[in-house]
């Protein structure tokens, strides 16, 4: 967060009219947001929204524009964590409407943000407008960010020559979050293209960079790719040890949707009895959530 709260402030203060000074500090409003910083490095989601609306009711009643900006923004990325994606774009319009009252722009973090949230809740035309709009302003690591969400999208919709386009467009990143992103779109490339085996690896690949990076919701989504390459190979043994693993992560995080389906799969695809029982108790526990 702390990364994204330096690019926001400069982002503010490059659009703001207003000259006068900061206020002085906050302790109150400072504590909350590094204990919602804690709490999103965590995977604790739940507590770190209800800090940073603690530290947004701190910096209303400054007015403090850059800290609403910031605790604003830090909200939304942990409203998405917790797999609630609408109330991420809540947040997000909320801040837009709050910049454009005090004539100050947005910035392209902000733009990012608000194009996954759109494709998260399943409005991938509106995502793919503004990913593309983002990839065309050039600002790094977003624009490498929005190929990576525009080569999903592409996916998604079946679309072979837009994720190659937009796997192309990503190229060789250097940053660690940059090369999963790159390697997940070549094992959805690979797929599509019959290379199961390379698909696997690039997946696996994919998922071990976001394992370190602590990117849950990437992990699970890598391990899917391999289990849906695998199960297009025809080994179904791997497709279900692939689906149990990315399950019982999405299960982990709250993503009741994608694990019930990825568990599910996971059952029917299984002739190992212990694989089964593993899959069919995790389905178990999201019924009692």
Known sequence: MKCAAVGLLCALCACSSSRDPAPPSDGQMAQAGRAGDMALT????????????NALQRAEMRDDLPAISDYSYNLAVAELAANDPAAALKTLRELRAELARRSAGGFVALDLLEATALYRTGARSQAATLAQAIERAGVQPEAGQAAFLLGLIAD????PAGLAAAAQRLGRPATDAGRADALELSARLARRQGDGTAAERSAEEAAAIRRELRDYRGIARALSVAATAAQQAGATSAAASFYL?????????????AARQWLQRAVSLSH???????????????DLK
Do not use: F, H, I
């Open 42 to 53: 965590l995977n604790r989601p739940q507590e770190a929204m209800q800090q940073y609306r």
């Open 156 to 159: 998604d919709q079946d679309d």
């Open 245 to 257: 693993r990315a399950g019982r992560s999405a299960a982990v995080q709250g993503d009741r949707q």
């Open 272 to 286: 190992d009895p212990d694989l089964r029982t593993a899959a069919k108790e995790s389905l178990a526990g999201l």
